[in-house]
Nanobody, 119 residues
């Protein structure tokens, strides 16, 4: 059974920092592309950052220079360090694991963790 467990969300003031973690089980973690998405009510889920094996991390423009994604394959865990948080970063953040095998894409989601940036 595949599980992605996010943690680290919460309430933070503008300019503050949070570190999200996503622990994976039930997959061969090291071969999966890992990603962080976020979603606010009434809007589509958007990709925040992704990291494939052996490739650079990609970030959306609005978080470049503020967010850093990293992974620890020994711990089957991916992280999102979020600095200088802004109110517009408020969202539910989801961890995603994806793997393309031939013509089939396997994708798994965590349950999400709420991040609220407010004074």
């Amino acid at each position: 059974q595949v599980q992605l467990m996010e943690s680290g969300g919460g309430l933070v003031q503008p300019g503050g920092s949070l570190r999200l973690s996503c622990a994976a089980s039930g997959i061969v973690f090291r071969i999966y592309t890992m990603a962080w998405y976020r979603q606010v009510p009434g809007k589509q889920r958007e990709l925040v950052a992704d990291m494939a094996i052996g490739e650079m991390t990609n970030y959306i423009d609005s978080v470049k220079g503020r967010f850093t994604m990293s992974r620890d394959n020994a711990k089957n865990t991916v992280y999102l360090q979020m600095n200088n948080l802004k109110p517009e970063d408020t969202a539910v953040y989801y961890c995603n694991a994806a793997l393309v095998v031939a013509t089939t894409k396997r994708t798994y989601w965590g349950q999400g963790t709420q991040v609220t940036v407010s004074s």
